[in-house]
């Protein structure tokens, strides 16, 4: 069954510090990637994806993902984090048979004004 | 972006007592819709795929009599609890997905709480 995994469960950060969070996924075909982030008391909003081409796609408020295929990973990255960036982070994958769009546990990300 | 619309958001039932949950999708057809729940603090565990105009496909562990999935048209798809618990006690979700290439769009979440 397809599954995916964050490394972090909370990352706590200073304001500016540099963020990546990892995911990683268990699913041998073709496969469309996600990042959302859930802001407290909101819902699921899209960061960004990944469907083909260019590995390094680039998402809302300055983040961005690299899909390296051979280590199944889906890492999202931000260069300066700041304290509005507090909140859940989910990765998503959904094979591309159109079953299964399955997500990763969450990783809470605290910024520290 | 798209609207995905989830009724009703709040919802407080009786045990044993069944509640129905709409998710509709309002500016396009969806063929696939997915139904979740979120625990508190916790990630969306997926409980089924719907197919318009096919039966749902359910993970593992999720009970298809107790959580009842139609989905009879491209702009709608429901859920409803049978015979509630407060072990059913959650907030759940749907999303729609918009099509080859596209995302998923998620409604408000409905929160159910079952005394």
């Known amino acids: 069954a397809q599954s995916v995994s964050q490394h972090n469960h909370h990352v706590i950060l200073s304001e500016a510090a540099s963020l990546e969070l990892g995911c990683n996924y268990s699913y041998g075909g073709t496969v469309n990637l996600f990042w959302y982030v859930q802001y407290p008391g909101q819902h699921l909003q899209l960061l960004l994806k990944?469907?083909?081409?260019?590995?390094l796609v680039k998402g809302i408020k300055g983040f961005e993902a690299e899909f390296i295929k051979s280590k199944f990973s889906f890492n999202l990255r931000k260069p300066s984090v700041q304290w509005s960036d507090t909140a859940e982070y989910f990765c998503?994958?959904?094979?591309?048979?159109?079953?299964?769009?399955?997500f990763g546990p969450g990783t809470r990300l605290s910024v520290l004004p | 972006g798209a609207v995905v619309s989830q009724h009703p958001s709040r919802v407080i039932c009786k045990s044993g007592t069944s509640v129905k949950i709409e998710c509709r999708s309002l500016?396009?057809?969806?063929?696939?819709m997915f139904w979740y729940r979120q625990f508190p603090k916790k990630s969306l565990m997926l409980m089924a795929t719907?197919?318009?105009?096919?039966?749902?496909?359910?993970e593992q562990g999720v009970e298809k009599d107790k959580f009842l999935i139609n989905h009879a048209s491209l702009t709608l798809s429901t859920l409803t609890v049978t015979s509630a618990h407060p072990e059913d006690s959650s907030f759940y979700i749907c999303s729609a997905w918009g099509g080859e290439n596209t995302e998923a769009f998620f409604g408000q979440g409905t929160r159910l709480t079952v005394v």
């Open positions: 998503a994958v959904k094979n591309n048979y159109g079953q299964n769009f399955v």
């Open positions: 719907s197919n318009e105009g096919s039966k749902a496909t359910y």
């Open positions: 990944y469907f083909s081409g260019d590995p």
């Open positions: 500016d396009f057809q969806a063929t696939t």
